[in-house]
């Protein structure tokens, strides 16, 4: 169902094509994007070679080293060793942080030798608001002089010291913070507090239905009770569930349980997407089970899943209770990662950015989290009891109804839409309008 927004102030909205998280941030911006376009840096028409080769290397570097920390022993080392130079320091105690690192220096110099410059340039013809998704298209906008203002979206539920300038007390960047970490984070960095925004994570119109929220309450209406087979948790905190999402909401009809599992852009940990078809085997022939798998752009993921859910004696029940999201641009699979969302009852997924889609009354099941920015994503989700680590994935037919029996999942449900902050969408889109009385107040309780 599609939602219609007022137009309102237009902005250009520059994200980078690297794995799918400042994408997907980006994707429901489109609707203040100017001519509804969203920018990637890396990208676009006419971006220099050499440009292109530099964010080209670099995307491949990531990719490659996800993929080789599964090797044994050498693997994790070698990732140990990098993600030293994105680590995000311990919160506590409370110090200054403002003194740069090592990998924003790196970046800068590249910065300073040309590297953006074309884009800003472009950008220039057309002056409006920036907002990017990418600390280093900020970066290269400051540098190199945008006219127009700045805003950086962070994208994690904690960020590096890398997402903020050389000089953050005279940096003329702003920050939209998904969350009150983020934000608090931000002045420990040296932003000025005026500079910085607690919005919360840009959320898709069509998974909420508008600042309402009428499609996200309808949706988890449906979800519940999926989620609480045995209704423990749905008999004791029924009127709080009417009174959270509306009579017209509660209780609603059945679908059948259905698991939506993504793997993250490098296609890392598919394997295990196929070891959950294989222990929930029993309930996809009873028709009692339905599973996403989510492939994004990747053939190479998508031929996995296929061959894989073939040899498994399920090939009959692809395209019915074995679905394969896959399409061939992003832009095409968050459509259809959106929609399957309307259906979805758990969320199985690395703590990625994915981790904010909590807000969508979405319980997330946690694949061992990927670097330094998911270990605190992690901690987060615990921290608002809306996340929980996976069991031993061969066990899944065991541990996963027990929980479902518990009612936590339909408990971790209500949890992650009354904590998890989802009003950034419309929140950015009051702020760059410079209405911001009109944003919508964030919760601070239990941001971690």
């Known amino acids: 169902m599609k939602v219609k927004i007022k137009n309102g102030q237009k902005a250009h909205v520059v994200a980078v094509d690297m794995g799918y998280g400042h994408q997907r941030a980006a994707q429901p911006l489109h609707i203040m994007a100017y001519r509804g376009k969203i920018i990637n840096a890396n990208r676009y028409p006419g971006v220099p070679e050499s440009d292109k080769k530099f964010w080209e290397k670099s995307r491949e570097f990531y990719e490659w080293l996800s993929k080789f920390k599964k090797t044994p022993v050498i693997g994790q080392k070698i990732w140990d060793f990098f993600d030293r130079f994105q680590q995000i320091p311990q919160f506590y105690p409370k110090r200054d942080l403002s003194e740069s690192n090592a990998q924003l220096k790196w970046f800068m110099h590249f910065i300073k030798k040309g590297w953006g ?11 409006l608001p920036l907002i990017t998704t990418f600390f280093v298209t900020a970066f290269m906008a400051e540098y190199y002089n945008y006219s127009e203002e700045i805003y950086c979206l962070a994208t994690d539920t904690d960020i590096s010291r890398t997402w903020v300038s050389l000089n953050p ?52 209406g449906h979800r519940l009770h999926n989620l609480d087979p045995k209704k423990r948790y749905i008999k004791v905190y029924k009127d709080t569930i009417r009174r959270q999402l509306g009579p017209s909401c509660f209780p609603c009809y059945h679908h059948p349980l259905t698991i939506t599992f993504a793997v993250g852009g490098a296609g890392a940990q598919r394997e295990v997407g ?6 929930l085997s029993r309930k996809i022939r009873k028709n009692q089970l339905r599973i996403n798998l989510v492939a994004g752009i990747r053939n190479e993921v998508n031929n996995y899943f296929k061959s894989n859910v073939r040899n498994l004696g399920l090939g009959k029940y692809l395209g019915k209770n074995i ?6 641009n992003k832009e095409e ?13 758990i969320l199985w997924t690395k703590p990625s950015e ?34 929980i680590d996976q069991e031993d994935v061969k066990y899944t037919y065991q541990w996963l109804y027990d929980w479902l029996d518990s009612g936590w999942f339909a408990e971790a449900a209500m949890e992650g839409f009354m904590e998890a902050p989802k009003f950034g969408t419309y929140n950015i889109q009051k702020i760059i309008a410079h209405k911001l009385e009109e944003t919508k107040t964030i919760k601070t309780v239990l941001q971690y």
């Open 333 to 345: 699979y968050f459509r259809k990662f959106n929609r399957a969302l309307h259906t979805t009852d």
């Open 169 to 220: 007390a005279q940096s003329r960047i702003n920050y939209f913070a998904p969350n009150y970490r983020v934000e608090q984070r931000l002045k420990l960095y040296g932003v000025r507090p005026e500079k910085i925004f607690l919005t919360g994570f840009p959320l898709p119109n069509e998974n909420l239905g508008g600042p309402d929220l009428r499609i996200l309450k309808k949706d988890l």
């Open 323 to 328: 679905k394969i999201i896959h399409a061939p």
């Open 274 to 279: 196929i070891e959950i078809v294989k222990s």
């Open 117 to 127: 410059k074309d884009l800003i340039q472009r950008l220039e013809k057309k002056p």
């Open 354 to 387: 994915l981790s904010f889609y909590t807000a969508l009354g979405l319980p997330i099941i946690m694949t061992p989290p990927i670097g330094s920015q998911e270990i605190f994503n992690r901690k987060w989700l615990t921290t608002i009891a809306s996340g």
